[in-house]
């Protein structure tokens, strides 16, 4: 089993920006292991999720960044793969990449992105999974790469990521959970799509994917966004619906349900209601630490 990881979401809304660096400093000054950025510019209350992620990491020292998840079809796949290592470089190796089909394909279309790719959104998926990787792994050289919807024609990929970045695939489908498993680092799903009695259909798939490629399953992390509440008083079946609600003993006794039972090993936390900087605190002072001790 993988030792659980335990992150922190910030919105990246304009009207939360100082909300958001208050839960990134608290992230990094309590032991939290990610601080995840969700990536739809098209709203028009949010900020640039790059810019806001290379800004987080300037004001911290220790906890990993990233994306969750990036949006594919609004920036070419090689130049994604340039402003993720170059974070990485700047930021000291703290960069985690989560990638995605993409959504909400009028926003997407509105500032520019591709139509043709919400055709066959898996097809470009791959081709950009691929060009991704093929960029990483050829600094210094020629990189080419011919798909059916992307091309890269003699790119010079660099600098080098400052370490191995892992990728992480938002997706559900079946083509998603195979891919997922043959080749991406962790699978990244949210509480209010996916409920919890889901994941072990969704485990079976990739673990059979990961061993058919010849790897560990795992090798594949998976992370769960936890959209919640932390409440001062017991909520009955308050883990049931879309957004979790219980006291920190429920949320303990859930989590260390989820990681025995359903092997999830990474957690990222979106407060719902109340002051989100004092829900986050409570996640990473007495949550976290508890599960882990709970877990072995």
């Known amino acids: 089993m993988n030792t659980p990881l335990f992150g922190a979401n910030v919105d990246p809304g304009a009207g939360s920006l100082e909300t958001g660096f208050a839960i990134a400093e608290l992230a990094d000054s309590t032991g939290l292991d990610l601080v995840m950025i969700q990536d739809h510019p098209y709203n028009k209350d949010h900020l640039d999720t790059w ?13 990993h960044v990233g994306t969750n998840v990036a949006n594919i079809p609004l920036r070419t796949p090689a130049m994604l793969a ?3 290592a ?13 990638l995605g089909a993409g959504i909400f394909w009028r926003g997407i279309v509105a500032y520019g992105g591709r139509e043709d790719l919400q055709d066959k959104p898996f097809t470009a998926f791959e081709e ?8 990483w792994a050829n600094t210094g050289r020629g990189f ?16 080098a990521p400052a370490h191995d970045i892992r990728i992480w695939v938002g997706g559900s489908g079946p083509k998603m959970l195979r891919l997922i498993g043959e080749q991406a680092d962790g699978i990244t799903v949210s509480t209010p799509y996916v409920p919890y009695r889901e994941l072990a259909r969704f485990n ?17 992390r998976r992370m769960y966004n936890l959209m919640g509440t932390i409440t001062g008083r017991e909520v009955r079946d308050g883990f049931e ?10 949320w303990i ?13 990474t957690f990222v936390f979106w407060p719902v209601e109340g002051d989100p900087v004092e829900q986050m605190e409570t996640f990473a002072t007495a949550i976290a630490p508890a599960v882990k001790d709970a877990v072995g």
Do not use: C, W
Request: charged share 25%; hydrophobic share 40%; no cysteine.
């Open 253 to 265: 006794d859930h989590l260390a349900m989820l990681v025995r039972e359903y092997r999830q090993d």
């Open 204 to 220: 079976e798939q990739i673990d059979a994917a990961a061993q058919a490629a010849g790897r560990s399953p795992e090798a594949v």
């Open 82 to 84: 340039k402003m993720a």
């Open 128 to 135: 950009a999974l691929a060009i991704i990787r093929g960029m």
């Open 51 to 63: 810019t806001l992620l290379a800004t987080i990491a300037a004001r911290t020292e220790r906890v």
């Open 144 to 159: 080419k790469f011919e798909g059916e919807l992307y091309r890269v024609s003699g790119a010079i990929p660099g600098p």
């Open 241 to 250: 619906g879309k957004n979790y609600a219980g006291t920190p003993q429920q």
């Open 86 to 98: 170059s974070l990485d470089v700047i930021s000291g190796g703290r960069v985690e990449l989560g």
